[in-house]
């Protein structure tokens, strides 16, 4: 039997790329060039399953056993493609900005928990100021601990003074999902990134919506069929 948001619920987590952002191709023609430019084979869908995580662990996933010289060079390599691309190339989901803000005013406290680095993040909310206003709190792989370890959640749940019965992760991934179970919180998929909706309920999504503009009218139903039982 599904578990459904009830009454209580007060914050809502999101992941980033693939789930807020439309960036799944860029990611994943920067791993291409960075694993060429170390002399690595080309691991083509590969790079894709990895999209979530922080980029040590992507690597480790990727290419166990490289030396750190290789090591070093690809993570070089895949930082000045990713911060070298244009903005342009990495649109947010069409609805993303509005969605965001009728949460917000709704009073829900928004994060966002992802495996970009610090300075990644912080170049994309620079770059949507709007959705930035609607975010209170982010954590990113630099600064914690890589999905789908729940300690990213643990300090957004800390932050807020909640308990993880009170929040909701929202993400595209079986990374995403796999941290939200680990740390008690309610899985959300949406799948409009990088895994389909049986992957995503496999790892345990108790919802799978189309994209995260769906998610303030799920929400207002799914919260008042919880009032109607109670």
């Given at each position: 039997m599904k578990t459904l948001p009830g009454s209580d619920l007060r914050l809502l987590v999101f992941d980033w790329d693939g789930?807020?952002?439309?960036?799944?191709?860029?990611?994943?023609?920067?791993?291409?060039?960075?694993?060429?430019?170390?002399?690595?084979?080309?691991?083509?869908?590969?790079?894709?399953?990895?999209?979530?995580?922080?980029l040590d662990e992507a690597l480790a996933v990727l290419a166990p056993g490289i030396d750190e010289r290789q090591?070093?060079?690809?993570?070089?390599?895949?930082?000045?493609c990713f911060f070298a691309s244009s903005m342009a190339e990495m649109p947010l989901f069409p609805g993303v900005e509005p969605a965001l803000r009728d949460l917000a005013d709704a009073g829900f406290h928004l994060a966002v928990a992802t495996g970009k680095s610090r300075r990644g993040l912080d170049r994309m909310l620079a770059a949507h100021p709007a959705l930035?206003?609607?975010?209170?709190?982010?954590?990113?792989?630099?600064?914690?601990?890589?999905?789908?370890?729940?300690?990213?959640?643990?300090?957004?749940?800390?932050?807020?003074?909640?308990?993880?019965?009170?929040?909701?992760?929202?993400?595209?991934?079986?990374?995403?999902?796999?941290?939200?179970?680990?740390?008690?919180?309610?899985?959300?998929?949406?799948?409009?990134?990088?895994?389909?909706?049986?992957?995503?309920?496999?790892?345990?999504?108790?919802?799978?919506?189309?994209?995260v503009q769906d998610l303030p009218a799920w929400l207002r139903r799914t919260m008042a069929a919880a009032r109607l039982k109670a």
């Open positions: 789930t807020l952002m439309d960036s799944i191709s860029t990611i994943c023609g920067c791993l291409a060039g960075a694993f060429a430019a170390a002399g690595l084979p080309d691991r083509e869908e590969a790079y894709k399953e990895i999209i979530g995580l922080g090591r070093e060079q690809v993570l070089s390599a895949y930082r000045d930035a206003q609607c975010i209170a709190a982010s954590r990113c792989a630099d600064e914690s601990r890589s999905k789908p370890h729940p300690q990213m959640l643990h300090e957004l749940l800390g932050h807020f003074g909640l308990s993880p019965g009170a929040a909701l992760m929202v993400g595209d991934s079986i990374h995403d999902m796999e941290m939200a179970v680990a740390a008690g919180v309610l899985p959300v998929g949406v799948c409009c990134g990088v895994h389909d909706a049986q992957r995503l309920q496999t790892h345990g999504a108790q919802a799978c919506l189309t994209e």
